[in-house]
């Protein structure tokens, strides 16, 4: 049986940029031993797909994407665009694989965002009981155009870590990203939250360092950046990845109350 129900399908090419960036640099991909990579919930074109083939590729040339979509006339349509790397089938939260594989990476965008709160955890749990040793669920959402993303990286042992990216140019103020938050946290964006308390740092922190906009909104995110992590949340990384408009932060940090 296929588990899920379907999605609105709507996607753009580039639009999973800075996602397909983050995976190229884990530990689960580079790690393992002939990665099997699943995009699960690739849409109405195969677009996303293909474009994570080849992102993935320039770090490791022996990957294999595959495309899962719970609507069989999609899987139809994305067919004549299989290549040798990059393949398409039928399937939902159970993950099917050829020979029962196990893929180190399941990128599952824009997928749990249509479903309610409460339904995400055995999601998660369906998801990541199928990963490799040491694999990567990674579930978030992003807007139309990949300006504004966020994700959470899901471990076969649960939830690890939560990660916003920006285009930082033009950015008014990094609480934006509220709107993008992930179904597990988009509704805990209130007084009380961790998240919330996340996000109101973040603007209190990119608003003390206007000052630095004269240098341009890289040496201001990096500052903001900065200042939270001396204020004592606990920020992962440094500033090659800050000035990418991306911050982590471990689960734990804004996990629901």
Not at 42 to 61: I, N, Q, S
Not at 132 to 141: E, F, N, S, V
Not at 160 to 181: D, H, K, N, Q, Y
Request: charged share 25%; glycine share 8%.
């Amino acid at each position: 049986m296929v588990e899920g129900r379907v999605t609105r399908g709507t996607t753009g090419t580039n639009r999973l940029r800075r996602v397909d960036r983050y995976l190229a640099a884990s530990p689960a991909l580079r790690r393992a031993g002939a990665p099997l990579v699943v995009d699960l919930g690739f849409g109405a074109r195969p677009w996303t797909a293909l474009e994570l083939a080849d992102r993935l590729a320039r770090v490791r040339p022996d990957v294999r994407v595959l495309g899962l979509e719970i609507d069989p006339a999609r899987v139809a349509a994305a067919l004549p665009s299989a290549t040798e790397r990059v393949t398409f089938g039928l399937g939902g939260f159970e993950v099917p694989a050829p020979r029962d594989e196990r893929p180190v990476i399941i990128r599952a965008m824009n997928v749990l965002r249509q479903y309610e709160e409460h339904e995400v955890p055995a999601a998660w749990d369906r998801m990541r009981a199928r990963l490799a040793p040491g694999g990567l669920l990674l579930d978030g959402t992003c807007d139309e155009i990949g300006r504004i993303a966020s994700w959470v990286d899901v471990e076969p042992d649960g939830p690890r870590r939560f990660t916003i990216a920006l285009r930082l140019t033009g950015l008014e103020a990094p609480s934006v990203v509220a709107e993008r938050l992930p179904k597990a946290l988009i509704h805990r964006n209130v007084p009380g939250e961790r998240v919330h308390d996340l996000l109101r740092a973040l603007d209190a922190g990119w608003a003390r360092a206007s000052p630095l906009s004269v240098y341009g909104p890289v040496q201001r995110f990096v500052a903001t950046a900065e200042s939270l992590r001396e204020a004592g949340w606990p920020v992962e990384g440094g500033p090659r990845r800050w000035r990418l408009g991306e911050l982590t932060v471990p689960w734990e940090a804004v996990a629901p109350a």
